[in-house]
C-alpha cells in the first residue's frame, strides 16, 4: 500500500484513504516520500495525544517537509518561545496554567464573556449576506473564514484595520509547515511568519507602554504574569498572541465550511435546522467528527513505541489521522453515515486529547452554533449552487474548502409544513 497525504485521492476523497489504512491490519503505515507513520486507529491516535513522553510535542510547528535554504535562514530567527501545541513540559504544564486563566474554556465562562461578541459579529455578516439576496456567493470568503478571525481579533483586541495582514500571515502559516510550497514561495511565507512574530511583539509593547490594562486576551494575560517571568514572560505572552491568532480562527473557519456543506446537501437538512434550531449543537458535533477541520497532527517519538503489531522508533514523525480515528468502526457504529443522532459522537478527537486538548473547543462550538442558527434561521432559503466540485487546500493538517457556492434566498421553504416535514425526514 502506498499512501501520500499530498496525493491527489486525499485531497479530494480523505475518507476513501482513512478507510484504506484502517483495513490494514496494522493500522499504521509509512509514508516514505514525507518520511511520516500515518497513524489511524482511535485507539492509537488517543494515546498519542495524551502519552507526552513517548509522543512529544517540540516539532509539531516544523515544517513537514525539507524547507529550502532561504526559508530555512528566515525561520532561525524566530525566536518566538514555545507555549501551546509545540510546548512539552516542563513549560507547558505553567503556559497551560496562565492560558486556562486567561482564555475562556468552559461552557459557562465561553457564553458570559464571549457570547455577546460573537453574536454581534455574526448579526453583522448574516445582514451582509442578506443584502445579497437573489445572487449567487462563496460562503468561504463571506462567511466562513470571516467570521472567527472578526472574533478572536476583538476577543484580544487586536485593531479591526489588520484583519488584512493577519489572514495573509496565518494562512501563509499554515500553507508553510503543513502545505508544499515551492522554494521560492517558502522564502516569502517564511519572511511573513517573522513579521507576523514582530507584530504581535509589537501589539504587547504597545500595552506596556501604555500603562494601561484593558479586558482584551493580551491585557489579561500581562495582568496575570504581574511582572514574573516564572509566571510568564512578556515574550511569551506575545508567543500566545501568535498562537491564538492562528489557532482561533483557521479551525473554526473548517469547522463552519464543513458544517455549511453538511448542512446545505442535502436541502432538507438546512430546513430541519431553521425548523428545529435546537437540533444545531449535535449537528455541530457530528460535523466534528465526520468532517474535522484539522483531520491530521504531528508528534515525534521519543523513544520506540509499538502500536498493535508495528514498532515505532525514536525521532520519528508521526502524523495523527484525527479523520480516520473518527472513523474508526472500533469506536463508532456506521462510522461512515452522517448522523447527528448518534450515541457515540462526544468520542471523537477532533479536539485532540490529554494535556494539549483544544483551550478554545469551547468557543468553536459556541460560534458555530450560533453562526448556523442564525444564518438557518433568517436565510432558509440559502442553498448550495448543485453539482460543483468540492477540492481542499493541499494540507496535511488543515481541510480547508477552496470554494463553497450558494445562493441567498431569504424567502426559505414554501410553507410551515415543508420545514416540519423536513425535521421529520432529518430525524
Ligand atoms: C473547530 C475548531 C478547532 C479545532 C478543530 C481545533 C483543534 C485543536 C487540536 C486538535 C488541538 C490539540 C493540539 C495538540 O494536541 O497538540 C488544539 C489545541 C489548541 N487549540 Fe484548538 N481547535 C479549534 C479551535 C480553536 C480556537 C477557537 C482556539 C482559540 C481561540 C484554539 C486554540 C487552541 C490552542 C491555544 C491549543 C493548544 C493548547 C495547548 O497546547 O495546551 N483552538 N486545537
Same mark, same amino acid.
Given at each position: 500500500m502506498r499512501l501520500s497525504p499530498f496525493s491527489g485521492i486525499y485531497l479530494t476523497d480523505p475518507a476513501s484513504m482513512w478507510r484504506r489504512i484502517l483495513d490494514d491490519p496494522a493500522g499504521v503505515h509509512h509514508a516514505e516520500d514525507l518520511g511520516l507513520w500515518l497513524i489511524s486507529r482511535h485507539e492509537h491516535v488517543r494515546r498519542a495525544f495524551a502519552d507526552a513522553a513517548t509522543f @512529544?510535542? *517540540?516539532?509539531?510547528? *516544523?515544517?513537514?517537509y525539507e524547507v529550502c535554504p532561504e526559508a530555512m535562514s528566515v525561520i532561525m530567527q524566530l525566536d518566538a518561545p514555545p507555549t501551546t501545541v509545540a510546548a512539552d513540559p516542563p513549560v507547558h504544564p505553567r503556559t497551560r496554567r496562565a492560558l486556562r486563566a486567561t482564555f475562556a474554556n468552559t461552557p459557562d465562562r465561553v457564553e458570559a464573556e464571549y457570547g455577546a461578541i460573537v453574536r454581534r459579529r455574526v448579526d453583522q455578516l448574516v445582514t451582509r449576506l442578506v443584502a445579497r439576496q437573489g445572487r449567487q456567493v462563496d #460562503? =468561504? !470568503?463571506?462567511?466562513a473564514t470571516e467570521l472567527p478571525l472578526l472574533v478572536v481579533l476583538d476577543i484580544l483586541g487586536v $485593531?479591526?484595520?489588520d484583519i488584512g495582514r493577519i489572514r495573509g500571515w496565518a494562512d501563509g502559516q499554515i500553507a508553510l509547515i503543513w502545505g508544499q510550497p515551492d522554494p521560492e514561495e517558502q522564502a516569502r511565507l517564511a519572511r511573513g511568519l517573522l513579521e507576523f512574530w514582530h507584530y504581535c511583539q509589537e501589539l504587547v509593547r504597545q500595552r506596556l507602554d501604555s500603562g494601561q490594562l484593558g479586558d482584551d486576551f493580551i491585557s489579561r494575560a500581562l495582568a496575570y504574569r504581574d511582572d514574573d517571568d516564572a509566571v510568564l514572560s512578556v515574550a511569551e505572552v506575545a508567543s500566545l498572541a501568535f498562537n491564538l491568532l492562528v489557532a482561533g480562527h483557521e479551525t473554526t473557519a473548517g469547522l463552519l465550511a464543513h458544517a455549511l456543506d453538511q448542512a446545505l446537501s442535502p436541502a432538507q437538512r438546512w430546513r430541519a435546522i431553521a425548523a428545529d434550531p435546537l437540533s444545531v449543537p449535535a449537528f455541530v458535533n457530528e460535523t466534528l467528527r465526520f *468532517?474535522? +477541520?484539522?483531520d491530521g497532527w504531528l508528534r515525534v517519538t521519543r523513544r520506540d513505541v509499538t502500536l498493535g503489531e508495528v514498532t515505532i522508533p525514536a525521532g520519528a514523525r508521526c502524523l495523527l489521522l484525527i479523520g480516520a480515528a473518527n472513523r474508526d468502526p472500533a469506536v463508532f457504529a456506521h462510522p461512515d453515515r452522517f448522523d $447527528?443522532? &448518534?450515541?457515540? @459522537? &462526544?468520542?471523537?478527537l477532533s479536539f485532540g486529547? @490529554? !494535556?494539549?486538548?483544544? =483551550? /478554545?473547543a469551547g468557543l468553536a462550538r459556541l460560534e458555530a452554533t450560533i453562526a448556523l442558527t442564525r444564518l438557518a434561521t433568517t436565510? !432558509? @432559503? #440559502?442553498?448550495a449552487t448543485p453539482d460543483q466540485y468540492r477540492s481542499y487546500k493541499p494540507n496535511v493538517a488543515f481541510r480547508a474548502h477552496r470554494e463553497l457556492l450558494a445562493t441567498v434566498d431569504i *424567502? /426559505? !421553504? +414554501?410553507d410551515a409544513t415543508t420545514a416540519r416535514e423536513a425535521a421529520s425526514v432529518e430525524a
Open positions: @512529544g510535542n *517540540a516539532l509539531t510547528l *516544523a515544517p513537514v #460562503l =468561504i !470568503p463571506e462567511f $485593531p479591526e484595520e *468532517a474535522p +477541520a484539522i $447527528p443522532h &448518534r450515541s457515540d @459522537g &462526544r468520542d471523537h486529547h @490529554g !494535556p494539549h486538548f483544544c =483551550i /478554545g436565510i !432558509p @432559503g #440559502l442553498r *424567502a /426559505g !421553504p +414554501a
